[in-house]
Structures are given as C-alpha cells and as structure tokens.
C-alpha cells in the first residue's frame, strides 16, 4: 500500500529534479519512490557495515540486517575495499560459513 508523505526540498534542487523527470519524460511519483528506495538501501547498507567495522555487529548480525548471505557481505566488503572484522565467534556462529 502506498502512502503520502511529505518532504521539503530546496527550491533549486526541485527545480533540477523537475526538469530531469520531464526531460527523462518519467512519471514523477515512480521515480521518487523508487530513488528514495535505492538511496534507503544504499545508506542502510553504508551505516550497517560501519557498526560492523566498529565491532559492534558480528558477520551474522550484520548479513542478518542487510538481509543478505555470508558471501554476498564478502563481495560487498571487497567492492567497497573493506576488511573483513572476523572473530572466532563469527566463525563458530556462522552455519553458513
């Protein structure tokens, strides 16, 4: 179910946004919705894999948030050129791994 919010932008970036939607001839609700979409899940991602860098989430917590695989947070981490922050109790805690 969709449901209306509101949000306030400054003016220079409307209008620039406004001129992309109909140069793009895009429907303007859709493509809202769908780039705070990206952008939530991109900035979700960024601030889970800081608390996880900070050793605040193991490897399974944080796969568990992101609500992806083991595998898949490694080739997140080797995209983003991040270290794996790996204790003995990730390791003994992971079934996947």
């Known amino acids: 179910m969709l449901r209306p919010t509101t949000v306030r932008v400054p ?5 620039e ?3 992309f939607i109909k140069e793009m001839n895009l429907d303007k609700s859709a493509y809202l919705r769908e780039i ?3 952008g939530f ?3 979700k991602q960024e601030r889970v894999i800081q608390i996880y860098q ?3 989430l193991s490897l399974l917590e944080t796969c568990k948030k ?4 083991t595998w898949d947070f490694f080739d997140l981490l080797k995209k983003r050129g991040m270290n794996l922050n ?3 109790e990730d390791w003994l805690d992971s079934e996947e791994l």
């Not at 003016?11 to 209008?15: A, E, P």
């Not at 992101?66 to 695989?69: D, K, S």
Request: charged fraction near 40%.
């Open 11 to 15: 003016d220079d970036f409307l209008k």
């Open 54 to 56: 900070s050793g605040k």
């Open 66 to 69: 992101l609500n992806i695989t």
């Open 86 to 88: 790996v204790s003995l």
């Open 36 to 38: 705070m979409k990206r």
């Open 17 to 19: 946004l406004s001129k």
């Open 41 to 43: 899940a991109e900035d």
